[in-house]
T-cell receptor, first 112, second 114 residues
Framework: GENVEQHPSTLSVQEGDSAVIKCTYS??????FPWYKQELGKRPQLIID?????GEKKDQRIAVTLNKTAKHFSLHITETQPEDSAVYFC???????????FGKGTRLSVIA | EAGVTQFPSHSVIEKGQTVTLRCDPI?????LYWYRRVMGKEIKFLLH????????ESGMPNNRFLAERTGGTYSTLKVQPAELEDSGVYFC????????????FGPGTRLTVT
């Protein structure tokens, strides 16, 4: 089955710097890759996603890139702010109504 | 529009007791998923309903877990009898049957078995 690896497990950056979180997946048939942000005590919230027919997607300060050949995708956050501090999860989905397979999460701390 | 809701938010029970978790998906979402996050580990799939039918229950750990979705609306997940290793946060997510793929998560139920 699908396996998703996520790195790093923890990441500390200074406010205003960029943060990059990387994930790899094993099943080349996966075609949907969402990123979730979970603040302490709150629900995982979908912040951005990308489908396999697209190489990059941006939404203000966040962007996701996908390399299908290498089977990896990354989350980029620019101009980080303290409110970006949270646990970020990447996930992969084989398509349709299948369940998500998650990475282990990255705890991002933005230091003011 | 109301999001996915879950009840209770926290539950502390003793080993051997029974607990029932409830999930109310977003109205109109035929897909309902249960996931679990054990301390410090990844969020793992438990099972998937399409309306009232179990589509995939390959992630259910054992027969102490029973999920239902009568009438295709809310879902319950019962753990009986609970064991220490069942502790974790149980999430429910829902999505539209005919796409797009986005799954929306509830706030989770933190279950502690002592």
């Amino acid at each position: 089955g699908e396996n998703v690896e996520q790195h790093p497990s923890t990441l500390s950056v200074q406010e205003g710097d960029s943060a990059v979180i990387k994930c790899t997946y094993s099943d080349s048939a996966s075609n949907y890759f969402p990123w979730y942000k979970q603040e302490l005590g709150k629900r995982p919230q979908l912040i951005i996603d990308i489908r396999s027919n697209v190489g990059e997607k941006k939404d203000q300060r966040i962007a996701v890139t996908l390399n299908k050949t290498a089977k990896h995708f990354s989350l980029h956050i620019t101009e980080t702010q303290p409110e970006d501090s949270a646990v970020y999860f990447c996930a992969a989905l084989l398509g349709g109504n299948t369940p998500l397979v998650f990475g282990k999460g990255t705890r991002l701390s933005v230091i003011a | 529009e109301a999001g996915v809701t879950q009840f209770p938010s926290h539950s502390v029970i003793e080993k051997g007791q029974t607990v029932t978790l409830r999930c109310d998906p977003i109205s109109g979402h035929d897909n309902l998923y249960w996931y679990r996050r054990v301390m410090g580990k990844e969020i793992k799939f438990l099972l998937h309903f399409v309306k009232e039918s179990k589509q995939d229950e390959s992630g259910m750990p054992n027969n102490r877990f029973l999920a239902e979705r009568t009438g295709g609306t809310y879902s319950t997940l019962k753990v009986q009898p609970a064991e220490l290793e069942d502790s974790g946060v149980y999430f429910c997510a829902s999505s539209l049957r005919d796409g797009p793929y986005e799954q929306y998560f509830g706030p989770g139920t933190r279950l502690t078995v002592t």
